[in-house]
């Protein structure tokens, strides 16, 4: 039996050594990946032996009592189980380790400090390729010191791997819309993929790049009514991109939490029994997010007036509800002093809004960053449907927040101290 500080340590160490061999080799992140690392493992040794970290004990503690569950039940054999697409994969992912060493939260915890410290280094990968070098530090610095960031990288929470999933993802998508290689598509479907068995959902993502990538084929090659052959692969390239869209709307498979086209919501026969129409079942699954909830989100649901009634209040409700995800909780939301902690992201959110609507025209004018605005436009829409209050909602605006520093990085304004 091995000590289950020893392998956290152990973990911690090895994490510091990878970190020292991408500084050697990007000499520009010293600073800021020096402090990404050292904040998310002080506050992730923080939590283990002195204090208790928000969130760390409900969804983080039973994503690490499955984690052990899974190893005691399955040992090696969880394998056959990872792509059953369920809300437990990361907890198979660490029931792995826990089988071939031993149980050991502090390692598991140690697993997001390294993958949230990489995602850091892939933030500034990617808004290198996008920007400028002066813009990928200061996105590097603001991902380092970003309090959720900090925070979900340093307890079993799924948020930081799906984020540095979703950041590979999009950096393969931004090449591909620039180059148009076969090897950047394959990457952008693998970082898609990735992060939607952390978080079903996220694959929407993908559906909006391939949307977006059909389209551009088809315009640049005048609709093949006359094209390069040099580019005829793009041809071939249009049903694959179709596949996804026909296989769902057959309900051949459906995304978890959305369900598909044939059963919308994932709603339950007894619970669906009087929703007849797609629109009465979204109105039943915002009431439902909005009405339910556990513990302290019970003081963070959204007003009341924002659950619509009917298909007409879903019209115009619906641009508020993207409102209240993304920059709740407001002021008039505070009912506990832990909500001041929602507010300060909120007042991040905004700043980044701002930031990027500084940068409107060169957003506009470059392929790639308009790209980025559908895509992140996407992620809102879908997601101010199935969350109800702002404690959830901080947690799951995190996991697109790599878009937003994207597209505001360029005037993001640099702190100075003055000598």
Sequence with gaps: MINQYLLGWVTLSVIAFIVLLIIKKNPSTKYFLITALFLRSFFSILGEFYI?????????????QFAFKYSQEY??????????????FLSKIISIFYTLFDRSPMMANMFSVGFGTATVFLIYRFILILWSKDAAIKAGWFAALFPSLI????????ETYVIFFLTYGLIGCVNFINQEKISYFIKAILGFFLSALFHGPMIIGL???LIYIFFKILKSNNYFLRFKKKKLYLFFLLPIISIPFITFFLGYYSIPKIGNYKNFGMIKKEEARNLSGFE????WKINKATIQCHFEECKAAYPTLLVPKDKSELLYLTPLRMVYFLYSPFPWDIKSPKHLIGLLDAILYL??????????KFLYENSQ??????????????YSFGVGNFGTGIRHRLKFIVILIAIAAPTIKKIKFKK
Excluded: H
Excluded at 151 to 158: A, E, G, K, Q
Excluded at 370 to 382: A, C, K, P
């Design 151 to 158: 925070l979900y990288s340093t307890i079993i929470m799924r």
């Design 75 to 88: 040992e090696l054999a969880i394998f056959s189980l990872l792509l059953n697409g369920d809300s437990f």
């Design 52 to 64: 208790t970290l928000p969130g760390s004990s409900m969804d983080a503690w039973t994503y690490e």
């Design 280 to 283: 009465e079942k979204l109105i």
């Design 369 to 382: 960053t308009r790209f980025l605005f559908l895509i992140l436009i996407s992620y809102v829409f879908i």
């Design 207 to 209: 559906f909006v790049f």
């Design 351 to 360: 700043y980044l809004s701002i930031c990027a609507f500084q940068n409107r």
